[in-house]
């Protein structure tokens, strides 16, 4: 927050970091700053990424999942072999 108790794009970087630090510690693996990941199972990740809504006297955080397969976007991903 800022000298006047409000909300600012800067702390609502430094509450979404946090939560990608919190993540991190809970066993998601880090990739990039904002980007983490579970290994599911026989190379299935889950993905976890967080929307952010400034307020003017907090941040929401909304949280959003999907899954990542990479064997199966190999076969619709064009490799530089046949480029």
């Given at each position: 927050?800022n000298e006047t108790k409000s909300?600012?794009?800067?702390?609502?970087?430094?509450?979404?970091?946090?939560?990608?630090?919190?993540?991190?510690?809970?066993?998601?693996?880090?990739?990039?700053?904002?980007?983490?990941?579970?290994?599911?199972?026989?190379?299935?990740?889950?993905?976890?990424?967080?929307?952010?809504?400034?307020?003017?006297?907090?941040v929401e955080i909304n949280p959003?999942?999907?899954?990542?397969?990479?064997?199966?976007?190999?076969?619709?991903?064009?490799?530089?072999?046949f480029i």
């Amino acid at each position: 927050m800022n000298e006047t108790k409000s909300c600012d794009a800067a702390y609502e970087k430094v509450v979404l970091l946090q939560c990608y630090d919190a993540l991190s510690a809970a066993g998601f693996a880090r990739y990039r700053k904002e980007a983490v990941d579970w290994p599911l199972d026989d190379a299935f990740h889950c993905w976890v990424g967080l929307n952010t809504g400034l307020k003017t006297e907090h941040v929401e955080i909304n949280p959003f999942t999907g899954l990542h397969v990479p064997p199966i976007e190999k076969l619709w991903k064009p490799s530089e072999s046949f480029i």
